[in-house]
């Protein structure tokens, strides 16, 4: 049987006894799991820009186990011990932010005109985080931010079906007729909405209401109300599967997912 962890330490030591000078390259070519230059392990991390970590590396900051390397292209596996400045800085694959998106800002990973939610986290973050599905431009809650793909798929996999729900306020009153017609499926110009669940909390504000869908097309729920002739003045998402938004997270604050929420989540998809 062959044990993967084997094969990449073997492949690994072999890297930096024989080439050392072409990490990257080889890295690239040979896309061997785990297994990354020095400068790209910090700069994931978000301990500094690639530049300046180069420019520590090579001032002799930075120790791999008890050895100082200088070289930024020195390979290092995600479970080396890398110190900077006598610091460990611990390697993790993946990340998982919780955004209270604000209005005003898009659900991107770049624009040139516009602030995207990445905008909102620091400035050293890593290079490979995206949004998990779009909220509107006007649209507060929850935003999961990662760079786990995997997860980011399940989560926007339509088969899943997994739930969103979403506090929405109208410019009129829900009715009673709203709610047979989202949990029947409103059929709008291009699809036919699956069954919501669409509740009043508060009877004294019928205007303010609770909709789960379990898809998410474009302008979903503003052009669900529309098809009963009411239009959304204000949406803002709670949830998404089993993960709440903290109501401790002002509009534009983020924190990252707790084990459990990350638990959670990865077991209901
Ligand atoms: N539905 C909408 O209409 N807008 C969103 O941002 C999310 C769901």
Known sequence: MINNACVKTHAFSEWNRNETGKTSAYIRNRRIQGIMRLDKYLADMGVGKRSELKKWIRSGKVRVGETMIKDPGFAVQEESEVFLNGEQIRYRQ?????????????????????????????????????????????????????NDGVLAHQLLSPKRHVDKVYFARLDKPAEEKDIRAFADGIELDDFTALPAELSIPDPEKPEETLVTIREGKFHQIKRMFLAQGKEVVYLKRLSMGTLQLDEKLEPGEYRELTDEELCGLKGRV
């Open 94 to 146: 993946y990340v998982y932010y919780l955004l209270n998106k604000p209005s005003g800002v898009i659900s991107a990973t770049e624009d040139p005109r516009q602030s995207t939610v990445l905008d909102l986290l620091p400035e050293q973050r890593r290079k490979d985080l995206f949004p998990v599905g779009r909220l509107d431009k006007d649209t507060e809650g929850l935003l999961l931010i990662t």
